[in-house]
């Protein structure tokens, strides 16, 4: 009856629900084909799509999946779009098949947000669809929805506590939770790696449903240590609103095979982006100059809407075999739309054609470590993010997160020789990338382990960053 779709690279998890020849689906990523697919598998109609709120960290896909099915877009009391939808009363219900929907409003993370109450056949009290209201482990942060509302942070964090408390865990404890994130998304500060839970556990182990807790107490919680969300995130949750391309149109236009003249021709335009989303190991080893690096089996999305700033850049790739239209689907989640094509035969047909190549000099932990021991004043910039840098980091090293480096990266003295590090390599080699299309050179990339790095220069706590 209910299926999590759930997606590692956006730690994004997406519902299907069927009941007697109908279904719903619950905050779909943008492309349609899962849950058109699945409908016509099981023999069932697409009734409703439900949003729990404006998502701001991936485009959802209710738009074009409302005009292939003829659904219709559910959203919550307060939620403004361009394109027709229906918003749910607070209590209001929906039959699907023998079970029903009831939209519960629980503003916090947005003032729009609503919980979805599965009722099943026997009319117990199911399973509860929180959205970013309620994670495993965690709750939504206040802080997104300031501009659009002049709300503070600390308003929103109110109205959530009182969402959670008399809306949510006055549920029965048996509810099952199903969230619209996990670990690895920036939606929230302390979510867990499962994907669903039940509401007494989240009673028991997470901090913001304490029984006792305050409100003022509730509030500092959820604000403190918030980091500035991702550039992205109000661009997509204004595409949610008042609606984008069709997901059809950006994939026939992205999926195109380049010739090497082509993709030159291209290159050389000043508005055009090469992005090279092969591994770090193969980037490394070479790479056509000015490509910057976010390697597709990484947190790909996130780091795309993080780092290129404009989100109707134009795009070229540089894929591995046979991963190009997936690519153009993965940038277009995050909405992404403008990507021109792929480079045909890859980085192999470029290098075998004799055509310029750039390295990136990058040595492992080992050898690293050895050079640290005969010389512990090297210059060594950190790229991880600020909690990683405040939890453990090198003493001598200076703090540059990637998430800001662009901002801040004239903060560091390149003209000396700096060994670039992060917890395993993938942020350290997009790092480098970027510098190097700068014409930043002077730099060595280490790949490996953070905790395989010289445990004796290793400071537990924190130290002032660069970054703060």
């Given at each position: 009856m209910i299926e999590q779709i759930y997606t590692k690279c956006l730690a994004q998890g997406a519902y299907f629900i069927q009941s007697k020849g109908e279904a719903v689906v619950i905050d779909p990523l943008r492309e349609t084909s899962p849950y058109l697919i699945r409908a016509e598998k099981l023999g069932v109609k697409i009734k409703y799509i439900f949003e729990t709120h404006f998502h701001a960290d991936f485009v959802s896909g209710h738009v074009d999946l409302a005009k292939k099915t003829g659904a219709k877009i559910v959203f919550g009391p307060q939620a403004e779009t361009s394109f027709d939808v229906h918003n749910a009363k607070d209590g209001e219900e929906f039959k699907v098949g023998d079970v029903t929907i009831r939209a519960i409003h629980t503003p916090g993370h947005t003032p729009e947000s609503t919980c979805y109450l599965l009722i099943n056949e026997e009319g117990k009290e199911h399973a509860l669809f929180t959205g970013d209201t309620l994670f495993i482990g965690d709750v939504g942060r206040p802080d997104l929805a300031q501009k659009a509302t002049g709300l503070t942070q600390e308003d929103l964090a109110g109205w959530l506590y009182d969402s959670l408390r008399n809306k949510i865990m006055v549920l029965p404890d048996d509810l099952i939770i199903y969230p619209a994130h996990g670990q690895g998304s920036s939606c929230g500060k302390?979510?867990?790696?499962?994907?669903?839970?039940?509401?007494?556990?989240?009673?028991?182990?997470?901090?913001?449903?304490?029984?006792?807790?305050?409100?003022?107490?509730?509030?500092?919680?959820?604000?403190?240590?918030?980091?500035?969300?991702?550039?992205?995130?109000?661009?997509?949750?204004?595409?949610?609103?008042?609606?984008?391309?069709?997901?059809?149109?950006?994939?026939?236009?992205?999926?195109?095979?380049?010739?090497?003249?082509?993709?030159?021709?291209?290159?050389?335009?000043?508005?055009?982006?090469?992005?090279?989303?092969?591994?770090?190991?193969?980037?490394?080893?070479?790479?056509?100059?000015?490509?910057?690096?976010?390697?597709?089996?990484?947190?790909?999305?996130?780091?795309?809407?993080?780092?290129?700033?404009?989100?109707?850049?134009?795009?070229?790739?540089?894929?591995?075999?046979?991963?190009?239209?997936?690519?153009?689907?993965?940038?277009?989640?995050?909405?992404?739309?403008?990507?021109?094509?792929?480079?045909?035969?890859?980085?192999?047909?470029?290098?075998?054609?004799?055509?310029?190549?750039?390295?990136?000099?990058?040595?492992?932990?080992?050898?690293?470590?050895?050079?640290?021991?005969?010389?512990?004043?090297?210059?060594?910039?950190?790229?991880?993010?600020?909690?990683?840098?405040?939890?453990?980091?090198?003493?001598?090293?200076?703090?540059?997160?990637?998430?800001?480096?662009?901002?801040?990266?004239?903060?560091?003295d390149w003209k000396d020789l700096n060994y670039l590090h992060c917890r395993s390599g993938y942020r350290s080699t997009v790092a480098s990338s970027i510098l190097y299309s700068k014409g930043i050179k002077n730099l060595v990339n280490v790949q490996g382990s953070f905790e395989s790095l010289s445990k004796e220069a290793i400071l537990e706590g924190s130290c002032p960053s660069l970054v703060s």
């Open positions: 302390n979510m867990s790696s499962e994907t669903w839970s039940t509401l007494g556990k989240q009673k028991q182990e997470n901090y913001a449903l304490a029984e006792n807790m305050t409100k003022d107490e509730f509030i500092k919680e959820v604000t403190d240590g918030l980091q500035a969300p991702p550039q992205y995130f109000a661009k997509n949750a204004k595409l949610n609103k008042i609606g984008y391309d069709s997901i059809d149109s950006v994939l026939d236009r992205g999926n195109r095979s380049l010739s090497i003249r082509q993709f030159e021709t291209l290159a050389e335009q000043k508005d055009v982006l090469i992005l090279d989303v092969r591994s770090k190991e193969e980037f490394v080893k070479g790479f056509i100059p000015n490509s910057w690096f976010i390697g597709l089996d990484g947190s790909f999305a996130p780091w795309v809407g993080t780092l290129i700033k404009d989100i109707n850049q134009k795009i070229i790739l540089v894929t591995p075999e046979g991963r190009g239209l997936e690519t153009v689907r993965r940038l277009a989640r995050v909405g992404y739309d403008q990507t021109l094509g792929f480079l045909s035969g890859g980085f192999e047909v470029w290098e075998k054609e004799g055509k310029e190549v750039e390295k990136i000099e990058t040595i492992n932990s080992e050898n690293f470590n050895s050079l640290y021991k005969d010389n512990p004043n090297l210059k060594i910039v950190d790229v991880r993010k600020p909690g990683e840098w405040d939890t453990k980091h090198i003493s001598t090293a200076k703090h540059l997160a990637l998430d800001f480096m662009q901002e801040n990266f004239s903060d560091i």
